[in-house]
């Protein structure tokens, strides 16, 4: 089964801990560093779209972007009654990314761009952003580091709620550098019996030093990096890594 499909339908219960309104606060300061007035967003894999939902309500006009039509499915449903502009929500993947238009800012959160397991889909991800984020515009981004998904090596997670019983399994192999997460998911039914699904996950591990190259060989300037939602450099170790960077002219 591919990644997001089974899980999707869950997916907001198993991350209540997210912190959502807390991360656009933070993307909120990180708009204020665009060269640009910032009014139209791109959520690049909006997932379920809670982002996509938090900053609508913000007064941004949004388009959200997923790969997964399961996921989308779900942001469309969230976006339902929304204030504000309705967001417009489009199923590509994130290296063939195709707008219409241009935005003032696009936004890549919680890990996303880990997805991408090659890293000539990295650099074709960042030139089609270049393409499609207006001069002066905003690029931001945040990564599991590569530290954070080497530890992961031979882990196991549980998260549950009430009608849901989640086990992630973990493996890092460090000569590809990519993490592979085995997902075991049972959800009660209606008849209260459990159903049994499951999905594979991959994440290739980046060095912020090749990320900041890519960046700065599709278009980008001022490229920056933050720890998890500080305006402070990350810190040795650190799990979560931000990116901001500004599109060059």
Request: glycine residues 8%; negative net charge; contains cysteine.
């Amino acid at each position: 089964m591919t990644a997001y499909g089974a899980l999707a339908g869950v997916y907001d219960a198993l991350t209540g801990d997210v912190g959502y309104e807390r991360r656009a606060d933070y993307l909120e300061k990180l708009f204020q560093k665009s060269r640009i007035p910032v009014r139209t967003v791109l959520d690049l894999a909006c997932g379920t779209g809670a982002m996509t939902a938090l900053l609508t309500e913000r007064g941004y006009e949004l388009i959200a972007v997923d790969a997964s039509p399961d996921m989308l499915a779900a942001a469309r449903e969230k976006a339902a009654g929304l204030r504000g502009e309705p967001p417009v929500f489009l199923n590509q993947s994130m290296p063939e990314l195709d707008l219409y238009g241009t935005v003032d800012a696009a936004v890549c959160c919680l890990d996303s761009l880990n997805y991408l397991t090659s890293p000539r889909e990295v650099q074709r991800t960042f030139q089609r952003l270049r393409l499609f984020i207006a001069p002066g515009g905003l690029l931001v981004f945040d990564i599991n580091s590569a530290a954070k998904l080497a530890a992961l090596d031979g882990q196991v997670f549980l998260d549950e709620t009430e009608d849901v019983y989640c086990v992630w399994r973990t493996e890092f192999d460090r000569r590809s550098r990519c993490c592979r997460y085995w997902v075991d998911l049972f959800t009660r039914q209606a008849d209260g019996a459990w159903r049994r699904s499951g999905e594979e996950h991959r994440q290739r591990a980046y060095e912020v030093e090749e990320l900041r190259a890519w960046l700065l060989e599709a278009g980008f300037n001022r490229v920056r990096t933050y720890g998890d939602c500080r305006m402070s450099g990350p810190r040795e170790g650190e799990q979560r890594i931000f990116f901001s960077a500004i599109r060059g002219k």
